[in-house]
C-alpha cells in the first residue's frame, strides 16, 4: 500500500515535476534488487510460507541497482495523461493492476502477477480438476499458442493440436491487448458451448472447431499392455499425485501381465509439464543412480540439485520415451534425465524448450506474483531453454492408415494340400493377436514398440552370454 501512494502521490505532481527542473535529489542509497530475498521459495505449484524479507540498503557505491529518476519521471508522466486524456475516466486501481501486470508481462511469457482467480486456476492446474475445455495456452508474441492439449478433454477430442494458434473465440479476434480476458474466456460453466478459430500449425487459414465445456478431471497416468510383456505409459501432465499414480498404474500392469516386463514406452507427447517436484519423482522411478535436475538462479535458494536414488520400476529393461514439440518443461526434465543418463532411448520430435522454472510468491492471502526465478539444467550441465531437447531417434509426424481395399490373403504352408500336420495345428487353429488400437495409427507408437523389442532382444542376447 506504501508503495501504491507513493506512485499515485509522484502522478499528481508529475505535471509540476515536468513543467520545471526539479531541484538536485539528496543522494540516498541505491536498492539491488538481489537483496530482496524471499524468506522461502518453492517450485510452481507449492505454496511457499506468505512471507519475505526487508529489502536491505545497499552499500556505498552500488549503484547498479537504482532506479534512474528519468524512469520515474517518464512513468509518473504517463500515469498523470493518461489520468487527464484516457477517452473515458480510469481509476487508480485499475491503473496500478496494470502497471503491475505490464512489469512482469515484460520480463518473459511465464512470470505474471496472480489475482484471486489466477490463484484458483493454478491450484486446479496442480490437482487435475477444473471447468473448461483442457487446453494449456501460451501467449507469445501477442498470440495465443496451444502448448498442448489434455488427453481425454474436449480440445483433444476436437482435434486441437500441440501448435495451434487461437485467433478467434466465438468469432471474436483474440486481441493482442487482451490475451489475458482470451484465456479467461475459455473457462466456463459446463455445458456451456464456444467455437474456437484455430490455425493449424503449418496452416494459414483458420479453422472453426465448435466445443463444449466440460468438468475436466484429469487422471494425469495412463497405462495398458501394448502386448505381453510390453508396456505402454503415458503421462499427460505433471500433478501433485503423479508419482504415486504411475507407481500405482505400473503395478497393475505387472499384474495383467502376470510377470516383468520386457520394456516400456512412456509417452510424454503433448505434455505441457507441471510440478518440478513430480518430475524429479518421476524421473527418480526410472534411474538407479545418478543426476536428475539442477536449477541455478541469482538467489542461493533457488540453486538445488536432484540425485537418484537406488531402485527402478523396470528393473533396468529397455525403456523408450516418446516426446514432441508439445513436450515441454516439467516433461522435458524427465525426457532430459533419462537421455542423459542413457536410461531411455528418445524417439519423435525437438522438444518445446522451456528450461525455466517459475516461483510463486505470496503478497497477501489473495494475490501472488509468478516469476521465473531460475533455469534448470539437465544432468549433462546442458540448458535448453529455447533450444529443446533432440531426440535420439528422430521421427516425421506421420499417421498411420488402412488399406483402401482388403490385405491380400496370405499363403502359408498349413493352406497347401497334402500338406504335413504340424504340431501347432493338433491343437487347432492359430488366431492372430488383435491389434492394438492405437497401434493401427499411432506411427510413431509402432516405430517405438519395434525399437523396445530390438532393445529388449539385445539386453536378452547379453544377459545368455553372462
Given at each position: 500500500m506504501r508503495l501504491r501512494l507513493s506512485l499515485l502521490a509522484l502522478a499528481l505532481v508529475a505535471a509540476a515535476a515536468l513543467a520545471a527542473p526539479p531541484p538536485e535529489p539528496p543522494v540516498a542509497p541505491a536498492v539491488d534488487p538481489a537483496d530482496d530475498v524471499p524468506a522461502t521459495m518453492a517450485p510452481e505449484g507449492v505454496d511457499p510460507v506468505a512471507t519475505a524479507a526487508p529489502v536491505a540498503p545497499a552499500t556505498k557505491g552500488q549503484s547498479s541497482g537504482s532506479v534512474d529518476l528519468e524512469d520515474i519521471r517518464a512513468f509518473t508522466a504517463v500515469y498523470s495523461l493518461v489520468k487527464q486524456a484516457y477517452v473515458e475516466p480510469v481509476d487508480d486501481h485499475r491503473l496500478m493492476q496494470a502497471a503491475i501486470q505490464g512489469l512482469l508481462a515484460g520480463l518473459d511469457p511465464h512470470s505474471e502477477y496472480l489475482g484471486p482467480e489466477q490463484m484458483q486456476d493454478l491450484t486446479e492446474d496442480t490437482t487435475g480438476s477444473y471447468d473448461g475445455l483442457g487446453i494449456e495456452v501460451l501467449q507469445v508474441e501477442g498470440t495465443l499458442r496451444v502448448v498442448a492439449p489434455i488427453d481425454g478433454t474436449p480440445a483433444e477430442r476436437a482435434g486441437v493440436k500441440a501448435g495451434d494458434t487461437i485467433v478467434r473465440i466465438n468469432g471474436k479476434p483474440v486481441q493482442p491487448d487482451d490475451l489475458d480476458g482470451a484465456v479467461e474466456s475459455l473457462r466456463g460453466e459446463p455445458g456451456t458451448p464456444i467455437t474456437l478459430g484455430i490455425v493449424h500449425e503449418g496452416e494459414s487459414m483458420p479453422v472453426d472447431i465448435p466445443l463444449v465445456r466440460d468438468v475436466i478431471r484429469v487422471a494425469s497416468v495412463r497405462g495398458r499392455l501394448l502386448e505381453p510383456g510390453y508396456a505402454y505409459l503415458r503421462i499427460s501432465q505433471f500433478q501433485a499425485e503423479t508419482g504415486s499414480q504411475l507407481r500405482s498404474r505400473f503395478e497393475r500392469l505387472l499384474a495383467e501381465n502376470k510377470g516383468p516386463l520386457r520394456g516400456a514406452v512412456l509417452d510424454l507427447r503433448s505434455n505441457p509439464g507441471g510440478l518440478l517436484n513430480s518430475a524429479v519423482e518421476v524421473s527418480d522411478?526410472?534411474?538407479?543412480?545418478?543426476?536428475?535436475?539442477?536449477?541455478?538462479?541469482?538467489?542461493?535458494?533457488?540453486?538445488?540439485?536432484?540425485?537418484?536414488?537406488?531402485?527402478?520400476?523396470?528393473?533396468?529393461?529397455?525403456?523408450?520415451?516418446?516426446?514432441?514439440?508439445?513436450?515441454?518443461?516439467?516433461?522435458?526434465?524427465?525426457?532430459?534425465?533419462?537421455?542423459?543418463?542413457?536410461?531411455?532411448?528418445?524417439?519423435?520430435?525437438?522438444?518445446?524448450?522451456?528450461?525455466?522454472?517459475?516461483?510463486?510468491?505470496?503478497?497477501?492471502?489473495?494475490?501472488?506474483?509468478?516469476?521465473?526465478?531460475?533455469?534448470?539444467?539437465?544432468?549433462?550441465?546442458?540448458?535448453?531453454?529455447?533450444?529443446?531437447?533432440?531426440?535420439?531417434?528422430?521421427?516425421?509426424?506421420?499417421?498411420?492408415?488402412?488399406?483402401?481395399?482388403?490385405?491380400?490373403?496370405?499363403?502359408?504352408?498349413?493352406?497347401?494340400?497334402?500338406?504335413?500336420?504340424?504340431?501347432?495345428?493338433?491343437?487347432?487353429?492359430?488366431?492372430?493377436?488383435?491389434?492394438?488400437?492405437?497401434?493401427?495409427?499411432?506411427?510413431?507408437?509402432?516405430?517405438?514398440?519395434?525399437?523396445?523389442?530390438?532393445?529388449?532382444?539385445?539386453?536378452?542376447?547379453?544377459?545368455?552370454?553372462?
Open positions: 522411478e526410472f534411474l538407479s543412480e545418478g543426476g536428475i535436475v539442477t536449477t541455478r538462479g541469482r538467489l542461493k535458494e533457488t540453486d538445488m540439485a536432484f540425485r537418484a536414488t537406488p531402485g527402478d520400476l523396470l528393473d533396468g529393461a529397455p525403456l523408450v520415451v516418446l516426446v514432441d514439440n508439445g513436450t515441454a518443461s516439467a516433461a522435458e526434465i524427465v525426457a532430459g534425465a533419462l537421455k542423459d543418463n542413457h536410461r531411455a532411448l528418445l524417439m519423435g520430435r525437438r522438444t518445446f524448450g522451456k528450461g525455466s522454472v517459475q516461483t510463486v510468491l505470496p503478497l497477501d492471502a489473495g494475490h501472488a506474483v509468478k516469476l521465473t526465478t531460475a533455469r534448470y539444467y539437465t544432468p549433462s550441465g546442458v540448458s535448453i531453454q529455447a533450444a529443446g531437447i533432440e531426440p535420439d531417434i528422430v521421427l516425421a509426424d506421420l499417421m498411420l492408415s488402412q488399406r483402401d481395399s482388403g490385405p491380400t490373403p496370405a499363403i502359408g504352408e498349413r493352406d497347401l494340400r497334402n500338406h504335413l500336420t504340424g504340431a501347432e495345428e493338433e491343437s487347432g487353429p492359430v488366431t492372430p493377436r488383435a491389434a492394438d488400437r492405437d497401434l493401427q495409427q499411432d506411427y510413431a507408437l509402432n516405430e517405438a514398440l519395434n525399437a523396445l523389442k530390438a532393445l529388449a532382444l539385445r539386453n536378452a542376447r547379453t544377459e545368455g552370454r553372462g
